[in-house]
Structure formats: C-alpha cells, structure tokens
C-alpha cells in the first residue's frame, strides 16, 4: 500500500497506527520501521508491530513472516523451520488475488474503480505489492525445505523457485515497461533482465496464472493509480528477491546447474549484485534485508566458496563501505556488528573480531537467534587460534542451546577436548556422535558420523584430535583468514607421527598450510604427497578430489604449468563421486574454471 495513507505508525512501535475507529495506518511506513527495529535490537518491538497488524495488509503479513523466516534461518531448528512455512502459507493465502477475500481492516485506498467495467478492483499499487510477495514466499519456502538438504526437498525447492522465479521476472519487466512508458530513462539504475531474450510468459501449468492477470498491451492510462514513489518502491521490492534467485543461481556448480535449467531459469551474478543494490537504497521494507543480503554475500559466500582469486581485498572493500553507510542508522546492531566481526576475521584480525562478537553477543541479549551464531563464530575465532578451552566452551553451549545439528557441536566439543588431552572424554563424545544425529543420510552428519566411529572402541590421541581441528579449519575455509603465527602453530602439529591411515590427510592439511604461508615449492610436494598416499583403501575419500583442486589451482597460477593444472581441476571434478563435502568443492571448481575462462 502506499506511502499516501492515513495515519503514521508512533515511533513507540506503532500502538496508535490505528485508532478506536479503525482509521487506516501506513502500513509501508510500519513494515519498514519494523524491520528497522528488528536490526536495531529492538526485537520484542518488532515483533509486537508485526504480530498486532499481521492481518491488516498482505504487507505486514509478510513482513511477520519474514521476520519468522529469518529466525529459522539462523538456527536450522526443525521447529522454526516448520512454523515459518506455515507463517508463508497463511501469507500467500492472503494475497491470493483469485481468492476475493480482502481482509476487513484493508481501506479504500486498496482499490479503484475499473474506468471499462466501473467494478471495484484492486488498485494497481496492491496488484504489483501482492505478485511481489507471493513470489518471496515461493523463495522463502524453497530456501526452507532445500536447507533440510534432503532429496524430496531439493526437488519441491525447485518447482517453487521456478514458479517464483516466473514471478519475479513477470513484475520485473511490467516494472520497467511502466517506466518506459513514463519516458525515464531506465540505465544503470534499473538493471536490463538477463532473459530480456527470453519472451515466455508464466503459465497455467505453472500455478502462476492462478495470482497474475494475462500478458496485455500497455498503455499511460492503465498506471494512472500509480505513483512514481509507489512504482520505485514496488522496483525495490521486486529487485530484491529477484536479484537474490539470480545470485544463489549463478553460485550454483555444473551438475546442479544442469537440473535448475531444465526447471526454466538462470542466474547471472552481476545482475543479481546489481538489484541488491538497487534494493538496498530503495523505501521498500525490504531495504535493509537486501544490505544484510549483500553483507552476507561478500563476507561469507566469496571467502567459504572461493568466489575469487586468493587476495581477499575486494571482500573487505565492498562490505566495508556498505558498513560505513549504514553505520548512522543501525550504530549498534547486533546484526551489523556480526558483519562487521567477519570483515575483521577476513582481514585475520582475530582479536578484534572477537571483541566485536562479544559485544554483538551482549547487544543481542533479546534475541536467542543472533546470539547463537555469535557464540559460533566466537568458538570458531578461538579454534583458529588454538584456543582449545574457549573453544570447546563456545560448542559444548551450541551443543545444549542450539537444536540445529546437536552432532556437530559435539564433534567440534570432542575434537577440543582430545586437543586439551582430555581424550576419554572426547571419545564419549565422539561417541555420543552417531546416536544425536537427526539426518544420517545428509553430508554434514555423514562426515560427523564416519569420522567419530573411529573412536569408537579405540581412544583418540592429543594429536589425531589437533589434526581433525585442522580439516576442520580446512574444510571450512578458515585457514586463509588465519594469522602467520597460527599458521606456524598449525604446522608443527602436522609434524607428529601418525598411523598410516592419517598419512594422506596429513599431507594435504599441511600443504594448505604452507600454501596460506606462501611456501608455494614445499605446498606443491606435500600435495603431491597426499595424492600418491590417496590412492590407497584406508585413506580419507575426500583426499583425492581435494588435493588434486588444491595442487592444480596452484599449478594454473604458473603459465608453464596451467595446463598441468587445468587438467588436475578437471580430474577432480570428473573423476571423484560421493566423497565428503562434494558440492562444496564442485562450486569452488565450477568458480576458478570460470575465472580462468574469463581471463582467457
């Protein structure tokens, strides 16, 4: 609904945006004060604002069911995951435009009469408001069942992100054929569709024609109802979602790719940065979630994905500014601050990022969410550094409060415990592994399962648990944003014996590490190394793939050995099956070769 609406939402939280007669309230205004609240630790407020008027606008329903969305996606918890799929539907349900039903408290202003026809109908603003959020709970959904990592969801995640996808790009072009029509020149500040080539319209067999009207010819005189700072607004939100499908698409590796495309989309990074930003300065309520979006993009995707080449300055740089920007409206956000923790950690400031955690920690004393995945990267800041006590109270406390994935935090506690030499300890929890594991057919809890059922009648030592801290570290990307000190330290742990079967993990652990040390001769032999022990039955079956990315990436950064190394990329893409962590490293492959074709 528009900004022209009777009544502003009290800067209390909203409590006298609606008077004794039912006087009609901003709700634009409210959903973005709502949202801004939520980032602003204002969590109870927030939640008050979207709870009370939940039912007075398809808007604030959504932005309701955002913030319920957003709490699940922090935690993973199975329980929050349902209740925000729920929170979706009864959103959806609400702006079904087929469905006739219109909430009592909606005003006047919802719609307009047909000038053809002189029937009421819903104004042009509500029409394009509706399509927008019936595609973000599409989106919204299918993040949620995919994130179960399981087969049946992966396949509904994708007929919902195909029919949001449809959506998204249908309200995109009438956007921009509105502005079209209106003579502005669109340019930088409306991206061009990356499917502008593409003229296929959404269909009936897609459930899309269920919430839109049919393809017609436009005319000035349909968008009459609309204001331009409506119709920017409207852009801003449809920017957002749209813009964020074109991003997690475009990440995607090959084989994935392959199955998305047979659902009838793509994705193109840069046009997806660029609506993110666009977003991001928009009035929509969404503003602030596509900041936190493009935060999220360069200070957790780039660097755990390798989006880039190896220097991390571009990361830095970006979110940075994005920081600085929004410092005076969110100064001491919890959220923010998280951010501003992982652009410290990225730059190997440990110390400081850990100040930082803490007091994003204590500023997020309301909310639950928030401070679970501060304590997480407050465990990881210490296992980076070694900290083996920090670090296991950090994950013995994921492990109590959090319900996402209780056998990973004991993992990460037992693999602490057995580095302080508390080894029969670690092995109970090693133990404790297999039978608190939810989903054993998932990747995570296979790995977690696998390696603990090493120790199950034999006890850990000292050194085999520093070891799995490292593949840790290594697997999780951490070791480029480590100190040169902890790198050191990290080295002299791969220096202890270890049985045969250890031999190929070794090696590749301690090459990574002197790959990040920059003792690029000595590196390339470890991998080497770990390659000719690989091949043996009793070694880790994620060695190979991982090796052969980690020796041929070095080798495709020489011009006298890049074919060599092209080909060692290559063989790990095509040649290893089913082993630990396999998408994971396919979209860092699917990321250099693309890089090197781009250098090309």
């Known amino acids: 609904m528009a900004s022209s609406a009777v009544g502003k939402p009290a800067s209390n939280g909203a409590e006298d945006g609606i008077d004794s007669a039912g006087e009609a309230i901003d709700d634009v205004a409210m959903s973005l004060q709502g949202i801004d609240l939520l980032l602003n630790n204002g969590f109870k407020q927030s939640q008050a604002i979207f709870e009370k008027y939940r039912d007075y606008s398809p808007l604030m329903s959504a932005g309701s ?98 029919k949001g996808y449809k959506m998204y790009e249908k309200v995109y072009k009438e956007i921009g054929k509105v502005y079209k029509i209106r003579g502005q020149e669109l340019g930088d500040e409306l991206p061009s569709s990356p499917t502008d080539d593409n003229n296929s319209e959404a269909s009936s067999e897609d459930g899309v024609a269920n919430h839109m009207s049919d393809e017609k010819v436009i005319s000035p005189g349909d968008y009459s109802d609309l204001s331009d700072a409506d119709l920017a607004r409207l852009r801003g939100g449809v920017s957002f979602g749209y813009g964020l499908l074109q991003l997690i698409i475009s990440m995607m590796p090959p084989n ?6 047979l659902f009838g989309f793509k994705g193109n990074r840069r046009f997806g940065l660029q609506c993110l930003h666009l977003a991001s300065h928009s009035t929509d309520m969404k503003a602030p979630l596509a900041m936190l979006s493009l935060l999220w993009y360069h200070t957790v995707v780039r660097p755990f994905f390798g989006l880039d080449d190896k220097s991390t300055t571009s990361c830095v740089t970006e979110a940075t500014a994005i920081l600085e920007e929004n410092e005076p409206k969110y100064p001491n956000s919890s959220l923010v601050m998280f951010y501003r923790g992982r652009v410290l950690k990225i730059q190997c400031k440990i110390e400081e990022a850990l100040s930082v955690y803490n007091l994003a920690l204590e500023a997020a004393a309301d909310q639950r969410e928030i401070q679970l995945i501060c304590v997480y990267e407050i465990g990881w800041c210490n ?66 399962i696998r390696k603990s059922q090493k120790f199950k009648k034999k006890v850990p030592t000292k050194a085999q648990c520093a070891l799995l801290a490292i593949e840790v570290l290594y697997l999780w990307r951490a070791l480029p944003t480590c100190k040169e000190e902890h790198l050191t330290l990290m080295l002299s742990e791969c220096e202890a014996e270890v049985e045969k079967s250890w031999k190929a993990l070794r090696s590749l652990l301690k090459g990574a590490i002197l790959r990040n040390l920059d003792s690029r001769d000595a590196a390339i032999q470890c991998f080497e190394d ?71």
């Open 383 to 448: 296992l980076m550094k070694f900290y083996w006590e920090d670090s296991m109270l950090a994950f013995a406390r994921l492990k109590e409060e959090s319900k996402w994935s209780q056998s990973y935090y004991a993992y990460l506690t037992g693999m602490c415990q057995g580095a302080l030499g508390q080894v029969e300890t670690a092995q109970e929890m090693f133990r404790e592994v297999p039978q608190i594991s939810k989903r054993k057919n998932e990747q995570l809890e296979k790995f977690l």
């Open 256 to 261: 994935l790719l392959k199955v998305v495309n």
């Open 65 to 162: 069911s955002f913030v319920t969305f957003m709490n699940a996606m922090m935690t993973f918890e199975d329980e929050k995951l349902d209740g925000a799929v729920d929170s979706l539907k009864e959103t959806e349900k609400l702006c079904n435009l087929e469905s006739g039903n219109i909430v009592k408290s909606f005003k006047s202003k919802v719609f307009r009469k047909d000038s053809k026809t002189g029937n009421t109908v819903l104004s042009t603003e509500e029409r394009i408001q509706r399509q927008i959020i019936l595609a973000d709970c599409q989106l919204y959904m299918a993040m949620l069942v995919m994130i179960r990592q399981e087969v049946t969801g992966y396949i509904k995640g994708g007929l919902l992100i195909r």
């Open 530 to 600: 770990a390659l000719a022990y690989s091949s043996a039955k009793d070694q880790e079956p994620h060695v190979g793939p991982y090796t052969c990315f980690e020796l041929g990436s070095m080798l495709m950064e020489k011009p006298v050995s890049a074919s060599k190394g092209k080909s060692l990329v290559i063989r790990a893409k095509d040649h290893y099956k089913d082993y630990d962590f396999e998408q994971r490293l396919n979209v860092r492959i699917h990321a250099l070769l693309q890089r090197n074709k781009d250098i090309q």
